[in-house]
Each structure stands twice: as C-alpha cells, then as structure tokens.
C-alpha cells in the first residue's frame, strides 16, 4: 500500500505545484497586464483615499485642488475652469484619464512613495498625501491671452527666455476639465476641444521661419546683416513662379536686414538657398525642431517641428523638399507656437536655448521641498554677437516693417510676423498664390521679446483669418502680451 | 528532544506570524480598532499551548509538526478575519477556535481506539448523505451563487460538507479496507479485469450520490472533493490505475454533461474562461468576483502590500470590492496583502500538513489506519487545490471553505476533528510495539 501511497502523495504534490504556478502567474508574469485591464478599478478607488498634491500657478495661485466629499473620499477640482486647461490638464481616475502636467506630475501629485517610505508612513499611522506642484505659469498672462484671442482658434506661448519659464501657454478651443463630459462646441477648424493648439498643432510657420534661416546665415558666417540681394516677383523657385506680398520686386542692393524687415520672400528663398539644407538642418535641430520639445509634459500632447512629408518628419536634406519654400515658412515646414517661442527665447537669451519646462518645485504635505527644478541649457544656437545682430534686425521690422502694430513705447519690442499660406481662399479657388474670387486664409504669427527687457519671448498663431496678415492679427496681441508680463515682472 | 518539546517550539512560526499580524493590521487601522481587539491572537496563543499540553497527554506519541501547521494556517485565517471584518468576526473567529480545540479533545477522548469508527460505518455514511442533503430542505438551507451550500439554524449558518466530508472518508476507508481483495480479484473479460458487480455497487452508488450532489444541491466544490477522496482511497487500497482512470472519465462525462444542461454551473465555466469579457464581467453570476481576485492577487505582486494595506471596500461605500472577502476568496486577499511570498508560504504550509498527514498513513501498521490518513489528508489537499484552484482559475470558482483559514464556524469545528482522527492515526502509527500490544 506504501507504493501507492508514495504515487498519489506526488499527485498532491504536482497539485500543490499547479497552484504555485498559476499564483505566480498572476502575481507577477501577468500582473502588469491585469493592472492596466480597463476593468481594473483598484488604482481608481486606491486614488480616492489620497489627497492628491496642488497645482499651483506662480504667485501661489491654485489651479488643481483635491477636495473631500461627504463620504470621506477625495475628488479633483479646478478653481480656474477652463483657464490653465491645456497646460495643467485633468486628472480622471474614473475612466482612466488623465493629461498636462496633472499627467507628467502624476508621481508627485499621487504622493507614491517606494515600498519602505509607505511601511513606514504606515508605522507613523500617517494617511497618505501626495506631492504640491509649483508651477511657473501666470495667471494674469494666461487670462489676459484668453481675452486677446477672445475665442478665435489660435496659441499665445510666452517664455522666460533665460529659464525656460513657461509664464504662459494658452490656446483655443479649450475645454472645462471639471467637466470632460461636456460637449465640444464646433469650430471651423474641426478640431477637438482637448487639442492642444500650443504644443500638438502642426502649422506653417510662415515669416517668422525666417529668424531660424537668419540665424543659420548670420551664425555661418555666410551673410551679414548687410550681404545684399535682388528680389524680383515672381522668382522661378523649384519650378514654380515665387510671388512677394502684393507682387513687389525689390531692386539689387537689398540689404538682409530690409529683407527681413519687408518679410521679402523673393529673398528669403534665395537666403535659404546660399545657407543650404544641411547647415540649415544643423540650425533646427539646435532651436529644437526634429524633437520633442524637452518639457516636463506627456509626450503625447506635443509634436515636433520640422518638414512633414508622407506621414512623417523628413530632413530639409531630403530631394523632395522645396529649400526656397521651406526658408519662407512653406513647403512642407509644420510647426507649433511651442517651438517657435522657443525660437524667439533662443534670440532674446544671446544664442543659448534654455530647457523649457513648467515645474519650480515639488513640496510636500509638509511644507518640505523635494526637489526643486533648476534652470537647464538645452542647446547653444548662436554665438552672442550674432544673436544680438538679428535682434536689431527684428527691431527694424517692429520699428518700420510689417511689425509696426507691436511698437510699443519704452519697451523696444522686436519681433518677426508670420503669414502663412494655408493655400485656401474665402471664396473660390487659389491659384499662383493668389485668390482671384476672394482673399487668401492665412495663419497669423508674431514673434517677439522686448530688447530692453529680454526676460520675456513670446509667439503668437491664429488660425484661419481672412488676409491673415502677421503684423495685423498676431502683432498686437504679442505687444499686449509684453507690456502686461513685463509690468508684472517689475 | 521530544516530540511533544518539538511540537512546542515548532509553535514558534505561528506566534510570530500571528503578533506581527495582529500588531500590523492594529496599526494600518488604529482608527478603527480598539486596542482590546489585539487579546483575540493572545487567546489564540493561549489555545495553542493548551492544546499543546493536551496531546502530550493523550497522544505523546503523534506527529509533533501536525499541530503546530494547523497553528500556522489558523494564524492566517484570524488575522485575515481581523484584518477584513474588524475586531467583531475575529472575536467570533477566535471563539470558534476555542470551540474547535474543545471539539479536538473530544474528539480524542471519545475515539480514543478510533478503529472503534468501522462498526458505525453505514451509520456514518447515511448521517453524511443526510448531511449533504439537508441544504436543500425548504426553509433550512441557505441558496447563494446558485448552490445550495449552507443551512441555517436560529443563531448560526452551518456548512454540511464540512462534516460529511469526514464521514464519507472514515466510510470509505472502512469499506475498502473489507473490500480491496475482492475488487481485484474478478472476472477477466476483454483482458481487464472486471471487479464484481455486487462489490462495486457501493461505489456506483457514491459515483451517483456525487452526481446528485452537483444536481441537486448545485455544489461543485464538495462533491469534487468527495469524489477525490474515493478515487484516492480507491487507489491507494487497490493498486488499480484504471479504476482511477475509469473514475475520472465518468466524472468528466457526468460534469460535462451537467456544466452543459445547468445555467449555474455553466456561467461558472463561463466566468473561468473568459473573466474579463465585459458582458460576462457584469452579468449577475458573472466573472466580477473572480476577476477582481486577480486584480488583487496583480496588486500584491511578489512581496504584497504589507498586512492590512491591500483595497478590500469601494471607497466611501462599506461594499466590499471582492465580495465574500474573507470566506471564498481569502486567498487573494492574503495574496494581496502579503503577495507571492505570503500565498506559497500558506501554500507550503498545506504542503507540509498534508505531507504530515501521508507519513502518518505509511506509518500506520493497518489498512484503515492507512486509507483513513490517506483520505482525510487528500480530502484537505483537494479542498485547497478546488478553493484556490478556483480564485487563481486553474479550475472553474466553486466556493468552499479554505480549510483553518476562511472565517466560519463549522469549517473550523469539522477541520479539527479531522486534524484529531489524523492525530489519532498518527500516534497509534508511531506508538512503540509493545504498547501496542498492550493497548
């Protein structure tokens, strides 16, 4: 009898090893699977039992809170609506969601600690808090943005150009993150309410490109402010006839300067061309195209910038890019406000691109800091001397060129418009760059920083304006945009 | 050292694991529980040493690693209930101990020559029958999940297959130990040889009697644990791997057909197939319970997290996210307290109890001394393997008791009767001859 007692104990045994495995199964090899399993609500409730840090703006202003129900569980409030929207985002446990800085944050703000912080926070019989995030963004620049777009589509992005302080980053349409179920209201463009304009749209930068293929010429060592051109209208470009704003030649003797100032298109092709794509490509990738910008936001809501050819980003190096079209904004070039902030950040810090970003510290329920973020250099553009010779050269466009709606008395504003073709009329067809049956749709852009206070750049787009020229549209608001921030700042 | 001396020190794991517990679970929910509530482990350590005293008494001869096992698993069981249900369940809890090691000595004193059992067999067998069936007389037994599992009495819910269980072994042990020879010995036809009809009727009849279970009282659990223990005292007693073979096929086919042709028994398979389908997620009898033991059992990870520190309750609502958290489905919340480390540590615990438990068998000098060891120990083997089975889905979820762990009275009174017959068996096994002789 012992024999088959010996035989069946191994059957209890193999048993035994079936649970252990399957255990293990679940535990460890397909825990990661189960944890992410929509139907997975225990990382929900678990959220509901934690006071989640604040979202607090510059001046200490709160933008996320967590408050607590009747019930003794916690729920996530936004004091400022739909104001700090696209930046601070929303933080839904219900359905699994969340977005902006509530997302990149989201360690922090949920308060997760390693195992042996929590055994003890347990020991000290201490409920688990998480983490308030100081952020750099301004409420006045963000409200006084919401009311100069004043509901057209469009990004308002202003920088501290030696931090990489992002003081503002607004943009239509928004949305009401205490309410993500409410219904988007249409706009022209078909764009969701959560698209995040300032850093997901791809757009032609139109003129503002410029700044990138002057700092490329001026850097190189290629051209001076002073190199001359002719620009004839049209010019023969790739092929095709390249026509100047209201179809006007400029003679020989041209400065870049006055090329930059007029935003002569003629010219800038030719620029663009004597840079040549791989230097120009160099110049890019140092202002930050061809990479995620390196905020401290989801990777999911922002795009590079760059040329955008068959579903994806292709080097200006590439034969099927258009050198003279790229150089004046168009072509293929899609780019975001983000970046061409970034670009205006870059000039007004004498050449050196700082890391943008939107967290100062991290503070815990304590009151103790626990990591503050510093400063970073994200790259070196330009040499100092070359920065501050194309500052004065987008101080001639503000003072006599296309960007005189931005002048604004004691602050020497310099800056650089941008009216990108979107190739669509108001009505009827477009051809040659021209709309014969009614005017072209344009994105409007301004460029700008204050050359007596540089602590400010910011980048304007609005899209879809009949005529949409730059220095109309996009030039004011900029202006209003500095005198405001920089008041605060003094 | 003694087995007795033994026996004590080898307390020691269990005293650790139900201080630490205690003092955990106290200090994650200090808001809620009195510090009175920590005296129910001290009566489960004072119990522990009483019991310890007591077998060195009657039975100075047993197992010494028997009880101490037990202690390990009960420790589980009252800090689970203490960490679920507060300091309430795990009073009651530590009171069904008191009562279960009362039991135990009893059980002890009364069966002293537990060989004494075999004359009462047919008795026993029909008081199990009886057993089983009383969930399913009107106003009496308790209906949940689609099985009839329970009866209720005033002032208690009484779980039937607890008890059966035992008797069914102790019958079967007895009736195989009379009717081995005979079951081997029939007719060749076809090359297979054929045990007599008239032999084999009893065990067609158990075949049946565990069909009907399933039919009528809807429970798949117990009746899977019955049906192992005859095929493993069928085994053991005969030799025979085709009766084995021939077992579980009719066993399959009866199931089969029955998982077919039965909604309940069929939206279980369904739960194990495909838990995380959302229409059978949210389908009343639908695979929530199950698959929320899995969520919790991915939470604990390998290390869990701590006592007391996995989610049990929907926030803000006193509904419990696992439901039956601290009966069913216990072993996910251990898993997810104490993670894979805390679940094989149970899991080695029933190991080495039931491997406690075959020793004693191939110790024990007689037939029924050996098939009665045998099967009570597969009847706990088989009952973990079908509750934790179920929760980690190996097998389809059927509720039953995981055994010393899950809160509930008759469990904890049947499983130490059980754990007083295998000390018995033990003891007699390992008593020295001549005692034998005389005793």
């Not at chain 1, 500095?482 to 003094?490: G, N, V, Y």
């Not at chain 2, 059992?117 to 029909?126: A, G, K, S, V």
Request: proline residues 6%.
């Amino acid at each position: 009898m012992n024999r088959s007692i010996l035989r069946l104990f191994s059957v209890v045994v193999l048993m035994f090893a079936v649970l252990v495995v399957w255990t293990s199964r679940w535990t460890v090899f397909s825990a990661s699977a189960l944890d992410h399993n929509p139907l997975n609500k225990l990382q929900y409730y678990a959220s509901l039992e934690v006071k989640r840090g604040e979202i607090l703006a510059d001046n200490g202003e709160v933008l996320a809170k967590s408050v607590k129900n009747s019930n003794g569980t916690w729920s996530r409030v936004y004091p400022q609506g739909s104001l700090f929207a696209q930046a601070v985002g929303y933080y839904y446990p219900q359905q699994n969601r969340i977005a902006g800085i509530e997302q990149s944050r989201n360690q922090a703000l949920s308060g997760v600690q390693n195992t042996q912080t929590s055994l003890f926070g347990s020991l000290n019989g201490t409920t688990a808090a998480g983490n308030d995030v100081y952020t750099t963004l301004d409420p006045t620049g963000q409200a006084l943005a919401r009311k100069l777009l004043a509901g057209r589509v469009g990004a308002v992005v202003a920088i501290v150009p030696q931090t990489g302080a992002i003081r503002v980053m607004y943009s239509n349409p928004t949305y009401n993150p205490n309410n993500l179920s409410a219904p988007c209201p249409p706009n022209p463009e078909g764009i969701g309410c959560q698209f995040d304009m300032a850093t997901q749209a791809g757009l032609a930068p139109g003129s503002t490109f410029k700044l990138v293929v002057t700092a490329a010429a001026l850097n190189s060592g290629k051209l001076t402010p002073n190199s001359t051109f002719a620009g004839p209208s049209p010019l023969i470009v790739s092929g095709t006839p390249l026509h100047n704003d209201a179809n006007i030649s400029y003679p020989p003797g041209t400065t870049l300067t006055t090329a930059l100032t007029d935003s002569i298109d003629t010219i800038y092709a030719q620029v663009g061309q004597r840079v040549g794509a791989p230097l120009l490509q160099q110049y890019m990738k140092r202002f930050g195209f061809y990479s995620v910008p390196p905020i401290d936001y989801p990777a999911a809501q922002m795009r590079p910038s760059g040329e955008f050819y068959g579903g994806r980003f292709v080097p200006i190096t590439n034969p099927n890019m258009d050198l003279g079209r790229s150089s004046i904004g168009q072509g293929d070039l899609e780019v975001t406000p983000m970046q061409m902030a970034m670009v205006g950040a870059a000039i007004a810090n004498g050449g050196t691109l700082m890391q943008p970003r939107f967290t100062t510290k991290i503070v815990n329920s304590d009151g103790q800091t626990v990591q503050t973020v510093a400063p970073k250099v994200y790259h070196q553009v330009m040499r100092p001397a070359i920065a501050k010779e194309e500052e004065a050269m987008m101080r001639s466009v503000v003072i006599s060129g296309t960007g005189t709606a931005a002048n604004v008395p004691g602050l020497e504003v310099v800056g650089k418009t941008g009216t990108a073709s979107i190739n669509r009329c108001t009505h009827g067809p477009r051809i040659n760059d021209t709309c014969p049956q009614g005017v072209p749709i344009d994105d409007a852009w301004f460029v700008a920083f204050s050359e007596l206070h540089p602590t400010i750049a910011v980048a304007v787009e609005l899209s879809d304006e009949p005529n949409g020229y730059g220095g109309t549209y996009a030039a004011p608001i900029a202006a209003q945009m500095l005198k405001t921030l920089l008041a605060e700042k003094q | 050292m003694r087995a007795r001396n033994w026996e004590l020190v080898s307390l020691i794991p269990a005293s650790l694991l139900v201080v630490s517990g205690f003092a955990a679970v106290y200090i994650v929910q200090a808001n809620k529980l009195e510090s009175v509530s920590l005296i129910y482990g001290g009566i489960f350590l004072g119990l522990c040493v009483a019991a310890n005293l007591f077998i060195r008494v009657t039975l100075p001869h047993a197992d010494p690693f028997i009880f101490p096992l037990v202690a390990v698993l009960a420790c589980y069981g009252l800090v689970m209930v203490y960490r679920i249900d507060g300091a309430a369940l795990a009073r009651t809890q530590a009171q069904w101990f008191v009562l279960g090691v009362v039991l135990f000595a009893a059980t002890v004193i009364l069966f002293r020559d537990y060989r004494r059992l075999e004359n009462y067999r047919y008795l026993i067998m029909t008081g199990s029958v009886v057993l089983l069936l009383l969930p399913r007389v009107p106003g009496l037994g308790v209906y949940s999940g689609g099985a009839y599992l329970a009866i209720h009495l005033p002032g208690i819910t009484f779980q039937p297959p607890e008890f059966a269980k035992i008797g069914v072994v102790i019958f079967l042990a007895s009736y195989m130990r009379d009717h081995r020879q005979v079951l081997t010995a029939g007719h060749k036809i076809l090359g297979y040889r054929l045990p007599p009809l008239k032999h084999l009727g009893p065990l067609v009849v158990l075949w049946g009697a565990a069909m009907l279970a399933l039919v009528v009282i809807g429970d798949i659990g117990s009746s899977l644990m019955l049906y192992a223990a005859l095929l493993a005292i069928l085994y053991v007693a005969t030799d025979r791997i085709s009766f084995v073979l021939v077992g579980i096929l009719l066993f399959a086919v009866g199931s089969w057909f029955l998982a077919t042709h039965i909604q309940h028994i069929d939206a279980r398979f369904q739960d194990w197939l495909h838990p995380f389908k959302p229409s059978i997620y949210y389908a009343p009898l639908g695979s929530y319970q199950v698959a929320n033991a899995q969520f919790a059992m991915a939470a604990g990870g390998l290390f869990g997290q701590g006592f007391g520190q996995s989610l049990l309750f929907i926030p803000g609502t006193t509904n419990a996210l696992i439901p039956f958290p601290s009966t069913d489905m216990v072993f996910s919340v251990i898993t997810g307290d104490l993670g894979l480390f805390g679940a094989v540590g149970l899991l080695v615990t029933y190991m080495l109890f039931v491997s406690r438990g075959f020793k004693a068998a191939m110790l024990a000098r007689d037939s029924f001394s050996k098939l009665l060891a045998v099967g009570l120990s597969t009847v706990i083997a088989v009952q973990v393997f079908v509750i934790v089975g179920g929760v980690t889905r190996v097998i389809p979820l059927t509720g039953v008791p995981l055994p010393f762990v899950s809160y509930g009275g008759s469990s904890i009174l049947a499983n130490f009767v059980l754990v007083a017959l295998l000390l018995l068996v033990s003891d007699r096994a390992r008593r020295p001859q001549s005692q034998t002789v005389s005793g």
